[in-house]
């Protein structure tokens, strides 16, 4: 398929060069200039990588960027045509979803709410799993994009409804990671060896696969960004507005976004969210330290 992948950052350069591996012709074009891929065309603004392209497939960094991707100037609406589709797998506000949905429809184009969950890891080996709101019909025409990507795609509804998902998802990981950090900084400041915990958390019914996955890396006291805090907390406040805009109390979310603040202003934005553990430490004066 012709594709123009918009947005080279974190997780979707690697999805766009398994496109490429795949054999899509592919045209990618990135705010910043210097994210050349190799197999696709570099493209000089998010119009020019549309023009005479079959899907238009967006992984930019908030709401505001898609909107501008899409009707900024040099955007991708002045290319597009009948019978084309969007896709994006940013993570963005589902009322706003709606809204650029609505305005591309007027032009014949339709438009798939695709976000993403598995990080860079699973970017990088095709394995994500997306979740997506649109018109079945078109997601099936998406298939041989989705099977290059990911493994595995859910069909969540009607358009916004991927979105949606992708927020009451983060929440879900936010939550429960915090819960973990707050664990072993108790634990270790109560002298509880660290190494004999994890185990402990990995044979009960406290295990979960966000642990799975942070562990390891917390115990090499490695941050570096496989999803970056700044981006975790934009999906904390996407997530409080949609459920103010829904008239729903999130007093968990709402305390935990207190700590990704906090964590943001200590200067941990581009780290992984992950760091929010140092912020715990830095309260306690303890160090959450794996074997030597």
Known sequence: MRVAFL??????????????????????????????????????????AARGVEVVWMCVSDTKAVENVLFGPGGAEEALAAGM????????????????A???KARGVDYVDAPVTGSKIAAESGSLIFM????????????????????QVFHMGDTSKGQATKLAMNLQ?????????????????????????LPLVQAS?????????????ILKRDF???????????????????????????????AVEEV????????????DYAATLTLLEKWAGVEVKGAA
């Open 7 to 48: 947005g080279m950052g974190i997780m979707g350069r690697p999805m766009a060069a398994n496109l490429v591996k795949a054999g899509h012709e592919v045209t990618i074009w990135n705010r910043t200039p210097g994210k050349d891929l190799e197999g696709a065309r570099t493209a000089s603004s998010p119009a020019d």
């Open 85 to 100: 589709i969007i896709a994006d797998s940013s993570t963005i506000s589902p009322s706003a979803t709606l809204r650029f």
């Open 102 to 104: 609505e305005r591309v």
């Open 132 to 151: 997506a709101g649109g018109d079945e019909a078109v997601l099936a025409r998406l298939q041989p994009l989705f099977q290059a990507m990911g493994k």
């Open 173 to 197: 990981i936010a939550l429960i990671y915090e819960g973990f950090a707050e664990a072993l900084t108790l634990a270790t400041k109560l002298g509880v060896e660290i190494e004999k915990l």
């Open 205 to 217: 019914m406290v295990r979960s696969g966000v642990v799975d996955y942070k562990a390891p890396f």
């Open 224 to 254: 570096s960004p496989n999803f970056p805090l700044r981006l975790m907390l934009k999906d904390i406040h996407l997530t409080l507005d949609a459920a103010k805009e829904a008239r729903v109390r999130l007093p968990g979310l709402e």
């Open 260 to 271: 990704y603040d906090l964590a943001a202003e200590e200067g941990h934005q581009d780290l």
